[in-house]
């Protein structure tokens, strides 16, 4: 079983629907939870952080939380063709080090 | 905004010799890291680094990796007898204080092409 395990996708939306991203992991001692996004051929760059059960929204993006169930998902609402790109979850059980799935793969077409 | 800077952004390297990849962390950051991601795969934990030393690796970072601060700021990541299979995006990462509840900056990367 993998430790961190995401939609293998791609997932293809169209501008304005919601892209609902999922991410289930192996640990039940993790303890933080975060969602990279990575254009391609670039680096990874955090858009969401959540560490307690529940939603948390920032802006466009809903991370929501459920350790009971060792899952955690990233809603964007209002798709932009902006927001095609390889969409990271990462989870940390020790200190300070990530690990990550292998992404999902989100196309937002006009 | 501050950013976490590699060099060089493409290295391109003969099997069996030496690279090093130096990365500038964020200032006031204290935990380091280097993680790598192979074309098409995900991204993959090497080591990370605190008060001058290794607190933790992975199995990947063997004998042939090693880091290094040389000085206040600059990071390295030294790859000896480099092998085909080394070919991936190198990425240097921060976070202010290694915690569970801090997220990391990466840097650009680092493209290592062994021929």
């Known amino acids: 079983q993998k430790e961190v395990e995401q939609n293998s996708g791609p997932l293809s939306v169209p501008e304005g629907a919601i892209a609902s991203l999922n991410c289930t992991y192996s640990?039940?001692?993790?303890?933080?939870f975060f969602w990279y996004r990575q254009y391609s051929g670039k680096s990874p760059e955090l858009i969401m952080s959540?560490?307690?059960?529940g939603d948390k929204e920032d802006g466009r993006f809903t991370a929501q939380l459920n350790k009971a169930s060792q899952y955690v998902s990233l809603l964007i609402r209002d798709s932009q063709p902006s927001d095609s790109a390889t969409y990271l979850c990462?989870?940390?059980?020790?200190?300070?080090?990530?690990?990550f799935g292998d992404g999902t793969t989100l196309t937002v077409k006009p | 905004e501050p950013e976490v800077t590699q060099t060089p952004s493409h290295q391109v390297t003969q099997m069996g010799q030496e690279v090093i990849l130096r990365c500038v962390p964020i200032?006031?950051?204290?935990?380091f890291y280097w993680y790598r991601q192979i074309l098409g795969q995900k991204v993959e934990f090497l080591v990370s680094?605190?008060?001058?030393?290794?607190?933790?690796k992975s199995e990947i970072f063997d004998d042939q990796f090693s880091v290094e601060r040389p000085d206040g700021s600059n990071f390295t990541l030294k790859i000896r007898s480099t092998k085909l299979e080394d070919s991936a995006m190198y990425f240097c990462?921060?976070?202010?204080?290694?915690?569970?509840?801090?997220?990391?900056?990466f840097g650009s990367g680092t493209r290592l092409t062994v021929v």
């Open positions: 959540i560490y307690s059960n």
């Open positions: 990462a989870v940390n059980t020790n200190a300070g080090k990530s690990t």
């Open positions: 680094f605190y008060n001058n030393e290794i607190s933790e």
């Open positions: 990462a921060s976070n202010p204080s290694g915690g569970q509840y801090y997220g990391y900056t």
């Open positions: 200032s006031n950051h204290l935990y």
């Open positions: 640990d039940r001692g993790s303890q933080s």
